[in-house]
């Protein structure tokens, strides 16, 4: 029956991560449409992530109050509704106002199910949870694309993906009986404790919580800063076209969801942070790719590389998050974590869309690196930490 449960965990991770994708690879048409500039980007990503940040903050109080199962369905049906919305708009400030709901439902999400993974089940469970978050957000490019190529019909490419959420969102509130079954098995008792809610200023406190923010800070800034802006600067900078681009984003996700799947494969074998820091490596290798004058196309395969090189730092982050905290405090913890990545991508695509259109959008190699520099320092920092966390860190 958890396997069970499980299984619809990682369906909805496929409906979390379907719109994340679709504003980076739809934008290069939707700006033109409705004749605005291609930094008005900006606006609708910092609402989305606004209403995620707030979702994240308050997600704790909510799960504890609420469950896990009953947030998730809402929260699921919350975002088709609002992809809905998207596909119907026909000015940006139609889509300023659906963002925030978009955002919020994705941020309560995204806390509720990695807590439940990272306390109830199996390292190799967490990436392979993330590995169908890869696909929900490889998934939605390839359908824009072909939305894209039936004269730029971006709308239908949001329709689309709208009805494939729909149906995540029947499946997660007919799975809600589920959930009350699996907490009664013998195997979930022993891993239920019970939360303890803490309080911004105390976790702010702690070194080892605050190194592990910047971590996710700036990972997760990476990875939306590609997603977002990767196709249009396909587009702008090397000259391919849209729908061509779109595939070559698909790519980028591709490589996110492999590169999870790998360290679901491997997790039980190596350290998580082994695991994320032989990924490290090969993003170092993308972006020198990125960083030098060579073929368009090898740039695109720059995106897969990336993505398949920090797809796995994530999960296996969140993983160590009640190991080294404690079970007890991990939905806080983990919460706050996810408040950290929310931020990233509320400030750094649209940093991005100031400097591509004030700037020169061909600085998009030089900020993934220093992103990423500031994402391995801080790894190296956090590797030193972790053997003492658990001596260290006291709540008061």
């Known amino acids: 029956m958890a396997t069970l449960l499980f299984v619809i965990i990682s369906i909805t991770f496929i409906g979390l991560g379907l719109p994340d994708s679709l504003l980076g690879s739809a934008w290069p048409a939707i700006y033109p449409d409705l004749n605005i500039p291609v930094s008005y980007a900006n606006f609708i990503t910092i609402l989305i992530s606004l ?9 704790a109080k909510l799960i504890n109050k609420f469950g896990t199962g009953p947030l998730t369905a809402v929260s699921t049906a919350i975002s088709a ?23 919020a439902g994705a941020g309560a999400i995204d806390s509720a199910l990695n807590n439940y993974v990272a306390v109830h089940y199996k390292s190799n469970y967490m990436s392979f949870m993330h590995c169908f978050y890869g696909v929900g957000v490889a998934l939605s490019p390839y359908v824009m694309s072909f939305a894209l190529s039936l004269n730029n019909n971006w709308r239908l490419g949001y329709r689309i993906i709208f009805i ?12 809600l009986p589920l959930w009350k079954k699996t907490s009664k098995l013998p195997d979930q008792k022993e ?12 976790m702010a406190k ?38 061509f681009s779109a595939k070559m984003l698909t790519l980028y996700y591709l490589g996110m969801t492999l590169g999870r799947f790998v360290s679901g494969l491997i997790t039980n074998k190596i350290k998580p942070l082994t695991t994320v820091f032989c990924g490290y490596s090969i993003v170092s290798i993308a972006i020198v790719l990125l960083l030098l004058p060579v073929p368009a196309v090898l740039k695109g395969i720059s995106l897969f590389l990336i993505g398949f090189g920090n797809g796995p730092t994530f999960p296996n982050l969140i993983y160590l998050t ?35 259109d004030f700037v020169d959008i061909k600085l998009f190699p030089v900020i993934l690196a220093v992103l990423f520099v500031i ?6 920092a956090y590797n030193k930490v972790a053997k003492t966390l658990k001596d260290t860190l006291k709540f008061d």
């Open 322 to 356: 009640p190991v080294y905290f404690g079970k007890d405090r991990s939905q806080s913890i983990v919460s706050s974590q996810m408040t950290a990545c929310n931020l990233g991508i509320l400030l750094m695509p649209p940093v991005f869309g100031l400097i591509a």
């Open 191 to 202: 891993n239920e404790v019970e939360p303890i809610t803490l309080s911004f200023s105390a």
């Open 81 to 103: 509704i609002a992809l809905l919305g998207f596909s119907l708009s026909n000015s940006v400030l139609w889509l300023c106002l659906i963002a925030l709901p978009l955002g």
């Open 51 to 59: 209403g995620t940040v707030t979702a994240s903050f308050f997600s």
């Open 375 to 380: 994402t391995l320092i801080s790894t190296i």
């Open 164 to 175: 494939v959420l729909a149906v995540i969102a029947i499946i997660a509130f007919c799975s």
């Open 206 to 243: 702690m070194p080892a919580v605050r190194i592990s923010w910047l971590i996710f800070f700036s990972s997760v800034a990476l990875e939306f800063t590609c997603g977002v802006w990767g196709c249009t600067y396909l587009v702008n900078a090397e000259g391919l076209s849209e729908s």
